[in-house]
């Protein structure tokens, strides 16, 4: 049945990865819900079963930035299940230049943190490449770990990518004040590092700990409960609307007294809410800025489109990043 639904699909040039009808059937199903497995492990089976769908109508390729057990990584499989081509690549940068040539069908890319903000990698990629579209985002709560195959006391040195490290600072502090911190490329590595140097520990992930046959000496050692990571789901394509969306827009204003206001308050007299809105240098010899926003509504609605128009007359560039559904926040 999957296979003839992509033979149809191939046919009348539709998408095999559609996320509005994939949040919708995962609505449906948590709504209709009643028995004993809680929420989170409902949402990863029927994500299993839709990625296999999918792997019976096209071989999606995705790519993240690595290695592996990564969390751009976990991210990725949330996103799209285990049956998909997943492209390891070395940078973020890579991932959008996987996308703008074709060798990739879509990417997954940190956008924020809510313990240390903007990931200026990925913004800096859209202004270079304003043609690759935001197609779904991933919110993750992000839960670190401390991995490592020796007692805590005899722990001497600490690896993990310097973000990790920042968010279990006041913990690493308290727990091992005797191991030196490292940082390293990724959680991934960070692991592979505790397994092979006795005296070694990670801060990563539990999916990191299984794969390379670490103990979780700690489980949940981030300084903040409430840290959590959202991802772009990047691509080429657009997505149809949904009752519970949000677009992105990346625009540029003169540099003048007064220009922010004037263009923020399209938005208000639109009454359209803000979700996220970030401020990034301009690759300009004048001190200028691009500002990046999400906002509730697809591009499709009528007032978003009278939005869009308005904001025309008081930016100098502005680009539509997409729409896509509203995600609702997973463990990772």
């Known amino acids: 049945l999957a296979a003839e639904i992509g033979k149809v699909k191939n046919d009348h040039g539709t998408e095999v990865f559609s996320p509005a009808r994939e949040e919708e059937v995962f609505k449906n199903v948590l709504e209709a819900h009643k028995g004993p497995l ?9 994500r299993e079963i839709m990625s296999g769908s999918r792997a019976l109508q096209k071989v999606v390729k995705v790519a993240f930035l690595g290695p592996k057990y990564s969390f751009s990584h976990l991210a990725a499989v949330e996103r799209f299940g285990q049956a998909v081509d997943f492209i390891e690549v070395g940078s973020i940068a890579a991932v959008f230049e996987d ?8 990417g997954v890319v940190p956008l924020e943190n809510s313990t240390d903000g903007r990931v200026a990698d990925t913004l800096d990629m859209f202004m270079r490449l304003p043609q690759v579209k935001i197609c779904a985002e991933v919110r993750l709560r992000i839960h670190h770990n401390l991995l490592a195959n020796c007692e805590q006391q005899e722990i001497r040195r600490v690896y993990s990518k310097s973000q990790p490290l920042s968010q279990c600072r006041s913990w690493l502090s308290k727990n091992v004040p005797h191991a030196s911190q490292h940082e390293v490329a990724s ?6 590092l505790a397994q092979r140097e006795p005296g070694a520990a990670a801060v990563a992930s539990r999916q990191a700990a299984v794969h390379y046959g670490l103990r979780i000496l700690f489980a949940d050692i981030e300084d903040s409960p409430y840290n959590e990571t959202r991802f772009a789901v990047i691509g080429t394509q657009e997505n149809a609307r949904t009752s519970h969306d949000k677009t992105a827009i990346m625009f540029k204003i003169p540099h003048q007294p007064g220009t922010l206001v004037e263009t923020l308050n399209v938005f208000k007299q639109s009454k359209l809410n803000l979700t996220w809105i970030e401020s990034f240098p301009a690759k300009s010899p004048k001190p200028e800025y691009v500002f990046f926003v999400d906002f509730e ?5 009528p007032k978003v489109k009278k939005a869009l128009t308005a904001l025309q007359d008081h930016c100098e560039q502005l680009s539509v990043l997409g729409s896509f559904p509203i995600a609702t926040a997973v463990s990772g």
């Not at 959680?187 to 592979?192: K, N, Y």
């Open 187 to 192: 959680t991934a590595v960070a692991a592979e």
């Open 99 to 106: 996308i703008n040539r074709s060798h990739a069908d879509f």
């Open 38 to 46: 809680d929420p989170n492990t409902i949402r990863a089976i029927f």
């Open 297 to 301: 509504g697809h591009q499709d609605d």
